[in-house]
């Protein structure tokens, strides 16, 4: 399965972090992040469904999936791909949560400001070779 | 190591047994915002260093009295027996840091100490505008401090540091003079 686009979404809908794999060659430019962006509501509608922080497939574009991991704090962190598997995106987006609380914990980040650090950066994408292939 | 030194280390093991614990993660997570807020405040890497030196200096004043009466040492000989105190005693007391000491120079006026980790930098990544912020500047104030009060001027820097990239953390100090006991009175 190819896994497109990865967003973390602070709690005033503010983005912090993208990471964009592929984008498809006949589709306007930046139609992921449109896309990725336009499941914001269903997923604060399926946050008050459920107690689980992993909230599954939320939403769905034509062929694409859409599957959202909401913390405590209503940070989100969403994810745009083409098949489901669900074992490997709850692993992948359980670990990239627990990047963020490290990062939350350096005293030089502002809380809910864009996350510039190129580790992190690094990070998420060997997770993401590591959970979903290239 | 020597047996001096293995002895220090077992002072250094007991005094830590007997002293309080405080959650490092508490500790780790109020000096960052300590630190942070004095880079909001200052806004300049090498001066928040200065404040932070500053802050070590009347700290360690004070902690080289709790040392000496909660530690089991004896006098120190000479600066080597020093270094070896404020290594195995010192750092493994207060800290729980295991650190050693390395490069003492011929004449005994300078020596490197390694220290093995520092909680202060769990978590910690610093911002590329702070590249030059000696993060743990504190230490070498309090060395400086304590040090002062046993009558030894020294000056205390980072040779090394994890947080700027290096592969440990290093704190070099120089033995600048000793000092005179001070009397408060003058004979008549």
């Given at each position: 399965?190819?896994?497109?686009?990865?967003?973390?979404?602070?709690?005033?809908?503010?983005?912090?972090?993208?990471?964009?794999?592929?984008?498809?060659?006949d589709?306007?430019?930046?139609?992921?992040?449109?896309?990725?962006?336009?499941?914001?509501?269903?997923?604060?509608?399926?946050?008050?469904?459920?107690?689980?922080?992993?909230?599954?497939?939320?939403d769905?574009?034509?062929?694409?999936?859409?599957?959202?991991?909401?913390?405590?704090?209503?940070?989100?962190?969403?994810?745009?791909?083409?098949?489901?598997?669900?074992?490997?995106?709850?692993?992948?987006?359980?670990?990239?949560?627990?990047?963020?609380?490290?990062?939350?914990?350096?005293?030089?980040?502002?809380?809910?400001?864009v996350?510039?650090?190129?580790?992190?950066?690094?990070?998420?994408?060997?997770?993401?070779?590591?959970?979903f292939?290239? | 190591?020597?047996?001096?030194?293995?002895?220090?280390?077992?002072?250094?093991?007991?005094?830590?047994?007997?002293?309080?614990?405080?959650?490092?993660?508490?500790?780790?997570?109020?000096?960052?915002?300590?630190?942070?807020?004095?880079?909001?405040?200052?806004?300049?890497?090498?001066?928040?260093?200065?404040?932070?030196?500053?802050m070590?200096?009347?700290?360690?004043?004070?902690?080289?009295?709790?040392?000496?009466?909660?530690?089991?040492?004896?006098?120190?000989?000479?600066?080597?027996d020093?270094?070896?105190?404020?290594?195995?005693?010192?750092?493994?007391?207060?800290?729980?840091?295991?650190?050693s000491?390395a490069?003492?120079?011929?004449?005994?006026?300078?020596?490197?100490?390694?220290?093995?980790?520092?909680?202060?930098?769990?978590?910690?990544?610093?911002?590329?505008?702070?590249?030059?912020?000696?993060?743990?500047?504190?230490?070498c104030?309090?060395?400086?401090?304590?040090?002062?009060?046993?009558?030894?001027?020294?000056?205390?820097?980072f040779?090394?540091?994890?947080?700027?990239?290096?592969?440990?953390?290093?704190?070099?100090?120089?033995?600048?003079?000793?000092?005179?006991?001070?009397?408060?009175?003058?004979?008549?």
């Amino acid at each position: 399965m190819s896994v497109l686009t990865f967003i973390i979404v602070g709690k005033r809908d503010n983005p912090l972090y993208e990471l964009v794999w592929q984008m498809r060659k006949d589709e306007p430019a930046h139609l992921n992040q449109f896309v990725i962006h336009a499941a914001l509501d269903i997923v604060e509608d399926h946050v008050w469904s459920t107690q689980n922080m992993f909230l599954k497939t939320v939403d769905k574009y034509n062929d694409l999936y859409i599957s959202a991991f909401s913390t405590a704090s209503n940070v989100k962190l969403m994810l745009l791909h083409d098949s489901r598997s669900e074992d490997s995106i709850k692993g992948f987006l359980s670990d990239v949560y627990e990047l963020y609380i490290k990062t939350l914990c350096n005293p030089f980040y502002d809380v809910g400001t864009v996350i510039h650090s190129t580790s992190f950066d690094a990070r998420v994408k060997s997770l993401a070779k590591k959970y979903f292939g290239g | 190591m020597s047996q001096q030194a293995k002895n220090l280390q077992r002072a250094g093991d007991i005094a830590f047994s007997k002293m309080e614990k405080v959650n490092s993660e508490l500790l780790s997570l109020t000096y960052g915002a300590m630190v942070s807020q004095l880079v909001k405040e200052f806004e300049d890497a090498a001066e928040v260093s200065r404040q932070l030196e500053k802050m070590g200096y009347s700290i360690g004043q004070r902690l080289i009295d709790e040392l000496l009466a909660k530690a089991n040492v004896s006098a120190c000989e000479d600066f080597k027996d020093t270094a070896q105190t404020i290594a195995k005693v010192g750092f493994k007391m207060f800290m729980g840091i295991n650190a050693s000491v390395a490069n003492v120079n011929e004449e005994g006026t300078e020596f490197s100490l390694l220290l093995e980790d520092n909680p202060l930098n769990d978590f910690v990544e610093l911002p590329e505008h702070l590249a030059d912020l000696r993060y743990s500047c504190i230490y070498c104030g309090v060395i400086r401090g304590a040090l002062e009060m046993v009558n030894m001027r020294v000056e205390c820097s980072f040779a090394k540091d994890v947080l700027a990239g290096d592969d440990s953390t290093e704190i070099k100090v120089i033995l600048v003079d000793k000092l005179e006991d001070e009397f408060p009175f003058k004979d008549a």
